[in-house]
């Protein structure tokens, strides 16, 4: 298994955020403490364990919503053996860009080699983090976004011609690459988005910093890869994964 350097990678996990789609829930748990599976351990568990299991054992909370929860239960991360550090949202730095130049000021990201594995934290899966580090590197990209492809719509979709409904399917399935919520990024990539913090207080990683690389003529390589994944979104989202 492909190992980068323990020193040089360092992953962040975006756990900050109300939940309002997984409501009532998140008006008593914090949205990546809520109870999974037979064992019902907290999500954020998973994400940890799954960053153990890559050797990326420096991992850092980008926090906000009762984090209090998060830090009565981790603490600084000696049960699960990892070291965990917290950074606290602040005003002025909204979003997920926001949150992670939060912690690049903080002092969290020591420098523009590091490289930064960034996960969601509402997303459950199995990805092969180490094959995913491994071509990062290896390309040379500022930026790999974890892609599937296929991407079932939760609605029926009408074909239609002059008004009339010629097909209708129910759910399909799109042939198209969808981001997963899973992020590596060279540390030069915040020099980027410090300049869009000039430009707007709030700032998300796949919509404003990615475009803005890309813009910028900077390599943004996908991973492509069909392993297991599922994004605790809302509580229709959670009821069927329980």
Same mark, same amino acid.
């Given at each position: 298994?492909? +190992? ?5 990678? !360092? ?37 940890? !364990? ?39 949202? !602040? ?18 990201? +020591? ?7 960034i996960y969601y934290g509402d997303i459950l899966s ?34 239609? +011609? ?32 410090? !300049? ?15 475009? +803005? ?17 599922y994004h605790v979104l809302s509580t229709e989202h ?5």
């Amino acid at each position: 298994m492909f +190992r980068l350097s323990l020193s040089k990678v !360092r992953g962040l996990v975006l756990c900050g955020g109300e939940g309002v789609r997984l409501r009532p829930l998140t008006y008593y748990f914090q949205k990546g403490m809520i109870p999974i599976g037979a064992e019902q351990k907290p999500l954020l568990e998973y994400i940890i !364990r799954l960053l153990k299991l890559h050797a990326i054992m420096d991992i850092c909370f980008l926090v906000g919503y009762k984090a209090e929860q998060i830090h009565n239960y981790f603490n600084e991360g000696g049960r699960f053996g990892v070291r965990l550090t917290y950074v606290y949202d !602040r005003r002025g730095f909204g979003g997920t860009g926001g949150a992670l130049l939060n912690a690049y000021r903080r002092g969290v990201i +020591r420098d523009s080699d590091e490289t930064l594995l960034i996960y969601y934290g509402d997303i459950l899966s199995n990805i092969n983090l180490s094959e995913m580090l491994k071509q990062h590197n290896e390309s040379g990209a500022v930026a790999t976004a974890a892609v599937v492809k296929g991407y079932q719509v939760p609605v029926g979709v009408a074909d239609l +011609r002059n008004g009339r409904v010629e097909r209708l399917v129910e759910k399909p399935v799109l042939d198209i690459f969808v981001g997963i919520g899973i992020l590596a990024l060279k540390g030069k990539a915040l020099k980027s988005l410090e !300049r869009l913090h000039r430009e707007k207080q709030e700032m998300d990683l796949m919509r404003d910093l990615l475009p +803005r690389l890309i813009e910028n003529g900077e390599p943004v390589h996908a991973y492509v890869t069909d392993v297991f994944w599922y994004h605790v979104l809302s509580t229709e989202h959670y009821e069927k994964l329980n």
